[in-house]
């Protein structure tokens, strides 16, 4: 089963820019060249979308593939399947890796085991429940990729489809 999904590159080095076009290429098998513009929430950086199609799983290729670069920014994420639920993976250098399942309207849906072991912790007076809700939610890689989710003048528009 083939899936769809978007990468999202926030923010990276002008240097580091081949590199993730090689590392997404070496997971899709097929040459990639990514449109880069200037990421004005980090001077210096660049951004860019792609849009990509693959097996369930690619996902999950992709952000291991380029998870190792410290200053790098990324989001990707996939559709769900008839096969495999969808995800949404999030980076940054401060926080690392974040991962999500998402159901067909994008949300995210924390498994009831991960619920229980917050609930745990937060009893036994190891945390606040309120902070490991917000980070089974992502919110703390949300408020640092904030502000690199906005393009600035030049980014491309992104045409939605009609949904019938």
């Known amino acids: ?32 060249s990514l449109d880069w513009i ?4 980090a001077p210096g950086t660049w951004r860019s979308e792609f849009s ?12 291991s593939a380029l998870r190792g670069w410290h200053l790098l920014r990324f989001e990707v994420t996939a559709e769900p399947c008839p ?7 999030s980076c940054t250098p401060d926080l690392g890796i974040f991962h999500a399942v998402t159901g067909i309207h994008g949300d995210i849906l924390i ?10 912790r937060s009893q036994q007076g ?6 490991e809700l917000n980070k089974l939610l992502g919110k703390p890689w949300d408020d640092e990729l904030e502000p690199f989710r ?15």
Not at 19 to 25: D, L
Not at 38 to 41: I, L
Not at 111 to 120: G, K, T
Not at 126 to 131: D, R
């Open 126 to 131: 190891e945390t606040n429940l309120e902070a």
């Open 111 to 120: 498994p009831e085991d991960r619920l229980r072991a917050a609930l745990q």
């Open 38 to 41: 200037r990421q004005p929430a």
């Open 1 to 32: 089963m083939t899936t769809r999904g978007v990468l999202y590159v926030h923010s990276a080095p002008r240097a580091l820019c081949p590199h993730v076009e090689w590392a997404v290429a070496g997971v899709l098998g097929t040459r990639v």
């Open 52 to 63: 990509w199609q693959g097996q369930a799983g690619t996902a999950s290729k992709l952000a």
């Open 150 to 164: 906005y393009a600035g003048e030049g980014a491309p528009v992104r045409w939605l489809h009609q949904v019938v």
């Open 83 to 89: 096969t495999a639920e969808g995800e949404r993976y």
